[in-house]
């Protein structure tokens, strides 16, 4: 283990949990690629891959002063050098300017030697809520509610949960809370937040959020403020939320005030993502990258999901996470030149710089990315690679392997099961349910 570990600050799992139970902010990164995520971490530890640290980050974490703490069960960033991955975010997080980030002591084996319960998969709070909440009686799925029940038993179901409206001078006090975690969604279809909505305000629909609520909010003990244009679909969405313990709110909506917030829809299009200043890099064009390629001694590396790289990729492009680039370009011949690309080139952005340091080659970033050269007719490779070798960037749900059989099934229900009796012993998720009969 590097000296720069044991000089790092740590936080121990007893004071995560204890923050946890006080309904305190905690932020627990686990920083590994999906596929090892899943393969066990806390209950509300959310994933935040190193590869994609800084295009995230700030969206997701939105305050400086969150309490972050960091985990990647001993993985290395670079063998060479010993450093983990934790290393390198911890630098990259001081640098973006959060001041209270440290380690999680004793990493993940220290978290299970504490008491700590891991939990396998991905969303799993919500699956756990849900098989929480069938074990003590029903759940009816959001959809169902989106589809049949009115404005009034929206708000209704809303306020049963604990659920409060705010109006727009107390969201703009929020938002001005350097302190405070507070995350702004607009829950209604993508074509409807496109055509108009609040400045400021993100757009994830209801289903999704209530599906990976950890991965646009990751901040446990943050307040959640949602909308729509008429309250119902954003009071039905913050309901579910607040039994799985959110402090969460909907602005402006009752019944005799449905369309306040909708006349500041003044904003249009996708929104804007947050994302860490870029370092100065150079880029070149497909013709360009397509003249040095037939003259040889130029190296690609493509930051693409593995699924995409199977689909199509560049002639003789390299595939990494890249988490692994120090790996990757270390069993790659030495090149005059090296090219980052990935889909459409906004990640690949913040790699030219490391791919550059750690050849010690000139590094240059494709312009548009692999969708543009795509889009210009260029020459591509399909199907397999050696680099697809059991790539981690992407966890396949049981449910969603069309190989899986009945023992695979089998597992699944039994994972279910178990999740309950991890929760009761876990004790750290403060859900509640409404009476059936509130429904």
């Not at 009816?140 to 038993?153: I, Q, R």
């Not at 597992?411 to 012993?425: H, S």
């Amino acid at each position: 283990m590097p000296d720069s570990f044991n000089s790092l600050p740590l936080r121990h799992t007893a004071d995560l949990i204890k923050a946890l139970r006080n309904g305190q902010e905690v932020a627990l990164v686990d920083l590994r690629e999906e596929a090892d995520f899943a393969s066990g971490h806390p209950l509300f530890a959310v994933n935040l891959p190193l590869s994609k640290l800084e295009i995230e980050v700030l969206d997701r974490i939105p305050s400086r002063t969150t309490p972050i703490t960091l985990y990647d069960n001993g993985q290395r960033y670079n063998l060479r050098t010993d450093a983990r991955l934790t290393d390198v975010a911890y630098q990259r997080l001081k640098a973006l300017g959060y001041v209270d980030v440290a380690l999680l002591a004793g990493d993940l084996d220290g978290w299970q030697e504490a008491g700590g319960e891991v939990f396998i998969g991905i969303n799993v709070p919500n699956k756990a809520f849900k098989a929480w909440s069938q074990y003590r009686g029903q759940y009816p799925s959001a959809g169902e509610l989106f589809d049949s029940k009115s404005l009034n038993h929206a708000t209704t179901l809303a306020q049963r949960a604990g659920v409060q409206n705010i109006d727009l001078p107390q969201l703009i006090q929020w938002q001005a809370d350097s302190q405070r975690t507070l995350y702004l969604f607009d829950v209604r279809t993508l074509e409807e937040y496109q055509a108009g909505h609040l400045p400021g305000a993100r757009h994830v629909t209801g289903e999704q959020l209530l599906q990976q609520t950890e991965h646009y909010a990751s901040v446990r003990g943050a307040r959640i403020v949602l909308l729509d244009d008429n309250g119902q679909r954003a009071n039905i969405v913050a309901a579910w939320l607040a039994q799985q313990n959110w402090r969460v709110f909907v602005l402006g909506f009752d019944a005799k005030n449905a369309n306040a917030v909708s006349e500041l829809f003044t904003a249009t299009g996708n929104g804007s993502v947050t994302s860490a200043p870029v370092p100065a890099i150079e880029s070149i064009d497909g013709e360009r990258l397509e003249q040095w390629l037939a003259e040889g001694n130029t190296g690609i590396i493509d930051l693409t999901l593995s699924a995409n790289f199977r689909n199509r990729r560049i002639p003789s492009a390299v595939f990494t996470a890249r988490s692994q680039l120090p790996q990757a370009l270390a069993q790659q011949p030495a090149h005059k030149r090296w090219v980052v690309t990935c889909g459409s080139g906004f990640l690949a952005r913040y790699a030219v710089t490391e791919v550059a340091e750690l050849t010690g080659a000139p590094a240059y970033l494709l312009d548009g990315g692999t969708l543009k050269w795509i889009a210009e007719d260029r020459p591509l490779e399909h199907g397999d690679s050696p680099y697809l070798n059991n790539p981690r960037d992407k966890y396949l749900q049981p449910e969603e392997n069309a190989d899986a059989g009945h023992e695979a099934k089998r597992g699944i229900t039994a994972w279910e099961d178990g999740l309950v009796a991890q929760l009761e012993r876990d004790n750290t998720h403060g859900f509640h349910q409404l009476a059936v009969d509130e429904v």
